[in-house]
């Protein structure tokens, strides 16, 4: 019976391969041996969540202790949301099939802000209370972890359990802890308490909170001894964390169908905007020789046609060149392609390109971030106009004919000229294309510029600065639009709506929970999703929780206040950020961790200098 309407419900669907498991290289394990249960839930859908890197090393990581079992979880998008109501049914992992309720422990990595009502979601139909306080003795732990946790507090009410920084020790530490708690018949209540003594591990039930009448933290006080503040966990060398030698294959088209392999953590780049290049701290390098050995394990286990190099700036990476060298021996004769996403123009070169297309030519992106140096030296981006038209006329010379550009509008010090600006600079990139003589033949260019709303992030420099109202981001893309003079250019821009109720959750404390919860009750999943996200509903959600977004969004912060994250350590020193404002605000730059340290406070937490020199 329950196969009959299993197989009902899979054909009353698009992609039903989305639900069925069973994939290639996915972990079994004999239930009679496993002693604990860790369902690991990407709140968004299987194509998304099968693209990310995180849960294919926390998968792997975790179920290397026999006695583990982790299995996945994905949101099950809205028409099958239908049909486990339809049959009331629950939802379950793609492992064993066993709805969430029946698992130890139940894992969320927080990627975007828009996906905690997703998170909500999943624990309802997973037949989870979906507030911690009213979960019991038999209810599973809910943990989370990722970016986003390191403002874990708009989210307080829902989790018990948040992992601040990398997972991949971290992790398996909780999972042997809850076994052995287990094994002592501990309470939920005493299992919390105990977990919360790991280091990395925040039990946000522990801490009160007081408010001013402002509305702005008064307090935040810890209670029966727990940590204060609460530090972030380190892997200290990336090249000795765990990775896996297969990914599980899917079975349906997923966003990144390839080889994926990080080789660096953090960033020596310090652009103020960038919540990465900051929490992600101290900068670590995978070896070549490693890189070379697990993306060759990766592509001979999956049949993979692509190798994806990722970390925040993989063109700075020591040994970008023989690891380029030793991956080319072997991926042009396997047809494999090599592909580098995150490229800074300023080091882009014409050997670079001949190493990273010698099987497929794919298209470049390149991420100048603001149209004008004065605006560029505020975020710190440290690139010059002339490195951007030298980048593009090494790319325009190689044969490429498209380029596309990420910007942000509603930085800190913006003025309608830096708008215009970015208009200009893509019409220099056309005029530059078509000035010179080795241009592709008989080929027109075209300039792609996305321009993203600019939401501050806690641990960032920015993260006191007041976002531009909506009104002002509309007025601020017209005039853009109004300033694009060649048709080689097209613009394409992101929602205000959602980049502010994106803000709200990003710098939001615990008070947000009743507005998420509301929101949820009123029908919100997939916010980042155009077939999910209500504005309407979100402002109506705020309302009845008696909450100003503004509040949290539009407000510029002074040093002194007491933010919703202080209490969480990520060993970036808060005078550090302050300077780093003011500095901005001056723009003036401040140079790559490789050249000189400017004293973010990392190094006092890891206890060595970052670099040697
Ligand atoms: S301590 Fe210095 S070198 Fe290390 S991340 Fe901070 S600024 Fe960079």
Known sequence: MADYIREKMLRAVQKPGRYIGGEPDIIKKDLSKVKLRFAFCFPDTYEIGMSHLGIKILYHTMNSIPEVWCERCFAPWFDMKQQLE????????????????????????????????????????????????ERGEGDPIVVAGGPCACNPEPLADFIDLFILGDGEEVNNELCRYMISAKEKGLSREETLRGAASIPGIYLPSLYNVEYNPDGTIKRLQPADGAPMPVKKRNVSSLDEAPFPESFVVPLIEVVHDRATVEVLRGCIRGCRFCQAGFIYRPFRARKASTVNRIASDLCANGGFSEISLTSLSTSDHPELGEMLDDLLTWTADRKVNLSLPSLRIDNFSQELIDKTTRVKKSGLTFAPEA?????????????????????????FSSGYTAVKLYFMMGLPTERDEDIVGIAELAQKIVDLYYSLPEKPKGKSVSVNISVACFIPKPFTPFQFVAQDTEEEFRRKQKLLISSVRSRKISVSYHSSDTSYIEAVLARGDRRLGRAILSAYRDGAVFDSWDEGFSYERWLKAFEA???????????????????????????????????EYGRAKAALTTEPCNKKCSGCGIAAYIGRPCFDN
């Open 371 to 395: 149209g004008t140096q004065r605006l560029r030296d505020v975020i710190n981006k440290n690139i010059t106009e002339e490195e951007i038209i030298s980048g593009c006329r090494t790319a």
């Open 86 to 133: 339809l049959y009331s049914r629950r939802l379950t992992t793609l492992e064993s099939g066993d709805p969430l309720c029946k698992f130890d422990l139940v894992g969320f990595t927080l990627q975007y802000e828009l996906s905690y009502t997703n998170i909500l979601y999943m624990l309802d139909i997973g037949g989870i209370p979906v507030l911690s306080a």
């Open 545 to 579: 929780a008696g909450i100003d977004p503004a509040f949290y969004a539009c407000r510029e912060r002074e040093e002194t206040e007491i933010n919703p994250w202080d209490h969480l350590d990520y060993g970036i020193d808060k005078r550090f950020l302050a300077a």
